[in-house]
């Protein structure tokens, strides 16, 4: 048989002179393997608890340290990269497109109603229940982030209607007309001086933080204002009104010392609907012969822009005109060294622009270094690109939409119609 175990075996038992040394040798290499063994065992038991202590002081290091964050590549457009509470579930956050962090649909947004007019928002809420969509708060949630210093609203404002005098205590305003007439009305921070003017389309006013100030539809036609304000907090406003109706009786009384004392103060009934934009049934009877004068343009030209006439810079693919401040003043126009002063004078003041892009013309890419940049769409079509830190998107924008370019996001906008 071809077996070398037998073999082996039968070998061994035909050799028996040499058995005893066999065997002795036998003997000592079995002792030699048991010492071997020991000290291979032992370090082989080191070894082991060498590795789980290290194993352990890593897993330990490793739970410590770790901290989710966002990948500094490009990331799916439907990462809004923001913490899960702020959307309702996260079902609801992977349907939120990336792109509603730079858009926002105005149209669908809610409409504040009032008697002499209505205003829409796009804007950060502190109240997750206050947006009316996902996508808003997206949006809104994007504002506040970034720490953009900016609101966005459209007030429009009925013939005759009034914007009652008000103020904010977080922000200044700039706003832009886009569609009738107006008579504006300031007063300054002293309470010493009220200017007052009129404003047409295309021209642009400036409210500083903390400044009383009113504004009145004086034509036939609805006015529209396109509203930026330097805050990504809520922006909190007073009203005259409801300063007036907070204050005690006695203390207005003595305060306004009208004739007739506390008796007149109470013929003032607070209406039950907000006023902020009103428009009295009665207002002939209130109101008779009204003037709407003209303060003198040095005044006038520290809350007022005369945009669509100044200066436009023609491009091969549109124009650009500019509300802003300016540091050298040599070759300006009174016009705009005053109200360049006047912005350089206030904190946090915005640049205000129009920017005109002819059908298939295209504002090539670029990033601002010192500035968020929002913009509401006036008129056309067009398509928007982005490349930002947390990934890239493209949309289309029309009439009513609202963009917003954080500082440093590179962008494009291209018309398409």
């Not at 509203?227 to 305060?255: G, K």
Request: net charge negative.
């Amino acid at each position: 048989m071809e077996n070398s175990a037998f073999e082996m075996h039968e070998d061994a038992f035909s050799s028996a002179p040499s058995r005893d040394k066999v065997i002795t040798s036998s003997a000592l290499e079995k002792k030699s393997h048991w010492s071997l063994m020991k000290i291979f065992l032992v370090c082989l038991l080191a070894c082991i608890i060498t590795t789980l202590i290290g194993v352990l002081i890593l897993s330990l290091v490793y739970v410590s340290n770790f901290r989710p964050q966002a990948d500094s590549h490009f990331q799916p457009e439907n990462d809004l990269s923001k913490p899960p509470e702020t959307l309702p579930d996260s079902k609801d956050k992977n349907l939120v497109d990336f792109k509603f962090q730079f858009l926002n649909r105005l149209h669908k947004s809610k409409v504040f109603e009032f008697p002499g007019g209505a205003i829409q928002w796009a804007r950060y809420r502190n109240n997750l229940q206050d947006y009316l969509s996902i996508e808003e708060e997206a949006f809104g949630t994007s504002l506040n982030r970034q720490q953009s210093r900016m609101t966005f609203g459209t007030l429009r404002i009925k013939s005759n209607g009034l914007r009652a005098p008000h103020w904010h205590f977080n922000a200044n305003e700039h706003g832009y007309l886009a569609q009738g007439t107006a008579w504006i009305g300031v007063v300054d921070d002293g309470g010493s001086v009220v200017t007052t003017y009129n404003v047409t389309a295309g021209q642009v006013i400036f409210f500083p933080k903390n400044i009383l100030h009113w504004i009145k539809n004086v034509g036939n036609e609805d006015c529209l204002f396109l509203l930026f304000f330097t805050t990504h907090d809520e922006l909190q406003t007073l009203d005259v009104d409801d300063v007036f109706f907070s204050t005690p009786e006695d203390i207005a009384s003595r305060s306004l010392k009208p004739q007739g004392g506390v008796n007149f103060i109470r013929t003032f009934k607070k209406q039950e609907e907000d006023q902020a934009v009103n428009l009295p049934p009665n207002l002939a009877e209130l109101v008779m012969n009204a003037s709407y004068i003209q303060s003198p343009d040095s005044l006038v030209w520290r809350y007022f822009y005369d945009l669509k006439g100044s200066k436009e810079f023609i491009f091969p693919g549109g124009i650009i005109q500019w509300a802003r401040y300016r540091k050298n003043g040599n070759g300006l126009s009174d016009n705009e060294k005053i109200f360049s002063e006047s912005l350089n004078q206030h904190e946090n003041t915005l640049t205000l622009g129009t920017l005109r892009i002819y059908t298939n013309g295209l504002r090539q890419p670029h990033f601002h270094f010192n500035a968020n940049e929002m913009g509401y769409v006036i008129s056309g079509c067009g398509k928007v690109g982005i490349v930002s830190s947390q990934g890239t998107t493209d949309f289309n924008i029309g009439i009513g939409d609202v963009v917003f370019f954080p500082i440093g996001t590179q962008h494009y906008i291209k018309s398409t119609c």
